[in-house]
């Protein structure tokens, strides 16, 4: 199987060509700017999926099978002020990818990656089916880049929809909330921790190994891929402080008012796992086993 990966660089992107390296497939891994990963030197190109022509020529030579989009902007602060930006890279750069597939008559299977912030978190948890409101540039961007592949009749893709993908990489451009965590309580520093925005952090091995196991099942439409518990983010800090034998006295609640962010967060944007579960025979790390092998190899 030849496999293009987008957004080599990122730590879902490490993930899986790594495991693909593992597998007897053809890798090009790419990403915008130079290689960061010494694993991948011999089979990396730089990609930027916002570049049709770029991208059309890049697709055309390889002559993907599978194309994994990991691609994207991902700091939701930045997207407010840097909106064409976002635009370009969440949004135009599917467009893209499915307009070189369909200008080349070649039909790969495509997994684009998605976020649990394509929603306005005014229920706690959502399925597949549930209706998209994004309140964020950074939300808006993504879900019109689901829409592009919705309403393209391109046909053979998965939409897989997560949140707060957290785990260890290298040479990242943003750090992880859970290791950072450790280190502070280790370090005999007090935390606050917003206790009003819900999530089901995604543990990145997971992540990588079910859209391994997507190109075995070629499921087709969307599908949540997270954690298996929807919590606070201060009651996941909470258990971190358990993990590592700190008083849980040392994280402190707080509203996500007294943070004054750029951009508005979704209060609760749990992802409902059960059809990932039938479908692929996901089962995700409980989050304490997770924080135990991240701190083997941190």
């Known amino acids: 199987m030849r496999v293009l990966v987008t957004g080599s660089n990122g730590l879902l992107g490490q993930h899986l060509t790594s495991l693909l390296l593992k597998q007897d497939a053809v890798l090009l891994a790419t990403s915008f700017g130079p290689n960061r990963i010494v694993e991948v030197e011999n089979c990396f190109k730089s990609l930027d999926i916002s570049n049709y022509q770029d991208t059309l020529k890049t697709i055309n030579s390889f002559k993907p099978d599978l194309v994994i989009n990991t691609a994207a902007a991902t700091n939701v602060d930045e997207c ?7 635009d ?18 070649i039909e790969p299977y495509l997994i684009h990656l998605s976020t649990d912030f394509i929603f306005d978190g005014n229920k706690k948890v959502y399925k597949e089916n549930d209706q998209p409101k994004p309140i964020s540039v950074y939300g808006l961007s993504k879900w019109l880049g689901e829409e592009a592949i919705l309403k393209s009749g391109y046909e053979n893709y998965v939409i897989v929809r997560t949140s707060l993908v957290y785990g260890v990489g290298k040479a990242l451009n943003k750090g992880n909330i859970f290791l950072w965590a450790m280190e502070k309580l ?39 891929i997270a954690g298996p518990e929807t919590r606070s983010m201060h009651e996941y800090i909470i258990k971190t402080a358990e993990y590592v034998g700190v008083d849980p006295n040392k994280v402190t609640p707080i509203s996500s008012q007294t943070l004054a962010q750029v951009a508005k967060r979704p209060p609760c944007s749990g992802l409902d796992i059960n059809l990932a579960e039938k479908e692929i025979d996901y089962n995700p790390t409980p989050f304490k086993i997770s924080l135990a092998e991240m701190d083997s190899v941190s």
């Open 80 to 86: 407010e002020h840097e909106k064409e930006k976002c």
């Open 186 to 224: 280790r370090n005999g520093e007090s935390l606050t921790i917003v206790d009003d925005q819900f999530r089901s952090p995604t543990y990145v091995n997971d992540l990588a190994k079910a859209c391994l196991k997507l190109t075995e099942k070629k499921y087709k439409g969307i599908l949540n």
């Open 88 to 105: 370009d890279i969440n949004h135009k750069g599917v467009k893209n990818l499915i307009s070189a597939f369909t200008e080349l008559k």
